[in-house]
Structures are given as structure tokens and as C-alpha cells.
């Protein structure tokens, strides 16, 4: 699976919207881009995956560049819940690599 | 539906002892994963379980051993504890045939003395 790089912290404000980068320059065509958070030493949450087209559930908005090099997460109004650690994961689930993995993402906290 | 459940919550070992920790899950998944978490970090696997009756080494696998029990099951024995393993620990579930999206339990906090 490929690597990725995210920022290590980010602050916005509460009712605002959260984008969070993340950077997979050396990411194969398989490779989905996952998004997980990890709130409070919990247990991580699935957000949200995608190929290369854009997704959107009820979570949360996930943008693809073009080339797949690189992609966004958006929180659209961020409340103090969404303070947490966000992992993106660059991932294959058709191949042989059953892994995910983790880097140290990116701590978000979201501000009154 | 529980999702993932884990016990127990929380354990103080002894260097030395022994302990297994549990895990289920009640979506059918075939495919079962154990990680540890140290302060600061990523999840790190340890072992998994690609489909009942299966179980492969992760990134850090030694000084654990697994049991795939059932479809449901997936235990994470250590079999005499150190305290470089104190750590959290998280069991996850997936379907490979669904988007492979996993799901966690809520962690086992194991401090080793």
C-alpha cells in the first residue's frame, strides 16, 4: 500500500468547515483513498473511501485531485464532537495485502 | 448488532504472565485483524485472519500468538508478557467483498509491570 503524509495538527472553528489534506503521490491504481478518526483513544471510525471520483455521505466530503496524488477531506460545519485524529490510508482491497497502514495523521481540533 | 466487542477492557499483567484477549463480531466478516497502539502512534498490526481458519503475521508479531476460533472469534494470546507489550490493542473486522472498510472494537488497555 502507498504512503501518506498528512499535517500533524490543524485547528478550525466550530460551524466552520474542516479540510484535511493528505498527500499519496505514490499511489497504485487500485489504491483506494480511506479516511478513518480516531476520537479520544477510542476505537478508529470509518468515514468515508473513494476511488477517484468524488464521495459524499453523511459524514463528511472526500475530494480526489485529478491525478490521485493527493486528496481532501471536508468536514462542512465541524462541531467540538469532530476533535479528534484523522488517518488517511491509501489501500487495495482487492489485492494480497490484507493490511491498512496507519501513519500518525492529522490531530484535529475544532474550537469554540 | 454490537459491531466488535473486546474484553476485557482493561488488564495489569506482571512480566511474565500469560493473558488472551477476546474479540468478536456479529456482521459476518471473513476477514479479522489485531493492532496495538503506543502513545502517539498509528495502529501497528500484529497478526490477522484473512478468512476462518487462517491467521498471518502483521508487522509485530512477536510475542503474540492468535487463535481464529470461528467466523466470529479472533483471540490474541500473549503468552508470557513484557513490558515493551503494554500498549492498547484493537480488534477490527472487514469485508473484503464490501469495500474492505474496517470496523473496531473499543481497545483493551494492558498496562505489563
Known amino acids: 500500500d502507498a504512503k501518506t503524509t498528512q499535517p500533524p495538527s490543524m485547528d478550525c472553528a466550530e460551524g466552520r468547515a474542516a479540510n484535511l489534506p493528505c498527500n499519496h503521490s505514490?499511489?497504485?491504481?487500485?489504491?483506494?483513498v480511506y479516511w478513518y478518526r480516531q476520537i479520544h483513544s477510542q476505537g478508529p471510525q470509518y468515514i468515508i473511501h473513494?476511488?477517484?471520483n468524488n464521495e459524499t455521505n453523511e459524514m463528511a466530503s472526500l475530494i480526489i485531485t485529478e491525478d490521485r496524488k493527493s486528496s481532501t477531506l471536508i468536514l462542512p460545519h465541524a462541531t467540538l464532537r469532530d476533535t479528534a485524529v484523522y488517518y488517511c490510508?491509501?489501500?487495495?482491497?482487492?489485492?494480497?495485502?490484507?493490511?491498512?497502514?496507519f501513519g500518525t495523521g492529522t490531530r484535529l481540533k475544532v474550537l469554540a | 448488532n454490537a459491531g466488535v466487542t473486546q474484553t476485557p477492557k482493561f488488564q495489569v499483567l506482571k512480566t511474565g504472565q500469560s493473558m488472551t484477549l477476546q474479540c468478536a463480531q456479529d456482521?459476518?466478516?471473513?476477514?479479522m485483524y489485531w493492532y496495538r497502539q503506543d502513545p502517539g502512534m498509528g495502529l501497528r498490526l500484529i497478526y490477522y485472519?484473512?478468512?476462518?481458519?487462517?491467521?498471518d503475521k502483521g508487522e509485530v508479531p512477536n510475542g503474540y500468538n492468535v487463535s481464529r476460533l470461528n467466523k466470529r472469534e479472533f483471540s490474541l494470546r500473549l503468552e508470557s508478557a513484557a513490558p515493551s507489550q503494554t500498549s492498547v490493542y484493537f480488534c477490527?473486522?472487514?469485508?473484503?467483498?464490501?469495500?474492505?472498510?474496517?470496523?473496531f472494537g473499543p481497545g483493551t488497555r494492558l498496562t505489563v509491570l
Open positions: 485472519s484473512a478468512s476462518e481458519g487462517t491467521t
Open positions: 490510508i491509501a489501500h487495495a482491497p482487492t489485492s494480497g495485502t490484507y493490511k491498512y497502514i
Open positions: 477490527a473486522s472487514s469485508d473484503r467483498g464490501r469495500g474492505d472498510t474496517q470496523y
Open positions: 456482521m459476518n466478516h471473513n476477514s
Open positions: 505514490t499511489i497504485s491504481g487500485n489504491e483506494y
Open positions: 473513494g476511488l477517484k
